[in-house]
């Protein structure tokens, strides 16, 4: 079957023609022809399955007739993030060169200024998140009875992040007769639930299993430890035949950190994470498209719908907390039919993310070990790993107190005796660290990513002060 088949205008397929597409994956097969007779859809696909392209394409055939009204977009599309809205504006553009369509991009992180400008003038597709679209109706910069189409993307994403509830609002403010359209990796019962209620007898889609993995993605579990991830890392990205890569992490100090090692280590590696203001976290993921750099170092704001061609590997520097995102991270390789790699460095306290993992996949992932670790290069050790704290006290501590010349012997015994305590304290605080995950697990899905978990304590130099002691008489 080829996109003629499917019914779209001559214009359209012209510009897929363009864009180098042929043949339709399943999804848009089974979609196109459902969205251009006007029924509400449920999709169930994993990523990298052309789901963005089985909604744009029939959205712009559709708004091809019709005009616009100030402040009343004709279709909206609600993204979780900014980069995801990004990407389905890009694809906009890129399918509907042949026609006269006119959009706007609601999200974050940008001034408000020209998004408002561009809705006075009326579009026929508002790309929006929750959060600034909410924030623009609140104050009365938008109005929602002239919306005749709706697509809620990545829903279970949308779950995760505690958007549910804007989007139920938002629901209540579009006309009721209208087409919504529901796309997600994943079916969890709110999601369901979210369907049934604003969906009119839709047409339920399912090109894979539920929370699937892609069967051209080849996944191995690294067995290692928390103190050897980084080695264990770089002798991957040495060994393996690594083209492009994105490495995933849990937090966003843990990709700051991550990235500058494989900077001093001469990889050319990139960072992307909520901290960053918009513009330069799309100047980053720029760079990497162009192959500027090689590596991205991510959180899991980059975890879903990013399209990028030719991404070979894929390593989970962290498995994560939530199943889900396993899928959605390792699907950014593998994509488009092509073969990837995807790695996850586990050490022995993630066992249990592992199971619940390969739980909800139904799927065994392979286990490996790598026999002779890659050496830390001189000096790497200390500077990644050991508490900064703890290494200036340890330099102070060969230096004599000051003005403390009688007794040297008695002064040292006293100074021994809260050093033979400090291993336990050291111990409690790894021990803190290595709970914390654990302890995030059972909190709310809707976890902040900008929450970058607990404050561990001070961690900086100690001072001289704390050193002094008192002489015996």
């Given amino acids: 079957m080829s996109f003629a088949d499917l019914g779209l205008s001559d214009e ?6 363009d864009a180098g597409y042929t043949e ?16 509400d859809l ?63 991009l609601l999200i974050g992180g940008v001034q408000m200024g020209d998004q408002v400008k561009a809705l006075e003038k009326g579009v026929d597709v508002l790309i929006a998140t929750p959060g600034r679209l909410m924030d623009l109706f609140g104050r009365g910069k938008i109005l929602l009875t002239g919306c005749n189409l709706l697509v809620i993307d990545e829903a279970d994403r949308m779950l995760d992040m505690g958007f549910i509830p804007d989007i ?14 529901l796309f997600s990796a994943t079916m969890p019962p709110v999601i369901k639930k979210l369907a049934d209620k604003f969906l009119n007898d839709p047409k339920r889609i399912e090109v894979a299993r539920p929370a699937t993995t892609n069967t051209n993605i080849t996944q191995r579990i690294v067995e290692t430890t928390s103190m050897k991830k980084r080695e264990t890392l770089r002798q991957l990205l040495e060994a393996d035949n690594v083209q492009t890569a994105i490495i995933f992490c849990n937090r966003k100090t843990t990709v700051r950190e991550l990235n500058k090692s494989l900077q001093r280590h001469r990889f050319r590696s990139a ?5 960053m203001e918009q513009p330069q976290r799309l100047a980053e993921l720029d760079r990497f498209k162009k192959g500027d750099v090689n590596i991205l170092v991510a959180s899991d704001v980059a975890a879903r719908g990013l399209d990028i061609k030719g991404v070979s590997h894929v390593f989970n520097f962290d498995a994560p907390w939530h199943p889900d995102d396993y899928v959605h991270r390792i699907g950014r390789t593998g994509r488009g039919g092509a073969t990837g790699t995807a790695y996850t460095l586990v050490a022995p306290d993630d066992a249990e993310n592992i199971a619940n993992i390969e739980k909800l996949t139904g799927h065994k992932i392979e286990r490996v070990r790598l026999k002779n670790p890659a050496p830390a290069a001189e000096g790497d050790e200390v500077r990644e790993e050991a508490p900064r704290g703890r290494r200036r006290k340890a330099e102070d501590e060969k230096k004599p107190a000051r003005g403390k010349k009688a007794e040297p012997k008695r002064e040292e015994t006293r100074r ?20 914390q995950p654990r302890r995030d697990r059972g909190r709310d899905r809707r976890r902040d990513e900008r929450d970058d978990g607990p404050d561990d304590g001070w961690n900086g130099p100690i001072p001289d002060f704390l050193n002094y002691t008192l002489a015996a008489e």
């Fill in 416 to 435: 021994d005796e809260p050093r033979r305590e400090e291993p336990r304290r050291e111990e409690f605080r790894r021990e803190s660290r290595d709970e």
């Fill in 42 to 104: 449920v999709g169930i696909a994993q990523t990298g399955t052309g789901k963005t392209a089985a909604f744009v394409l029939p959205m712009i055939d559709i708004l091809g007739e019709g005009r616009t009204r100030a402040l009343m977009p004709r279709s909206l599309i609600l993204e979780p993030t900014r980069e995801l809205a990004a990407q389905v504006a890009e694809n906009f553009e890129k399918y509907g060169t042949h026609h006269k369509l006119s959009m706007a």
């Fill in 168 to 181: 139920e609002e938002i629901c209540t403010k579009l006309p009721k007769q209208r087409q919504t359209l």
């Fill in 24 to 39: 339709p994956t399943p999804i848009q097969r089974q979609a196109i022809p459902s969205v251009l007779m006007g029924k």
């Fill in 271 to 275: 960072e992307i994470h909520g901290d």
């Fill in 12 to 17: 359209l397929l012209r510009a897929v023609t």
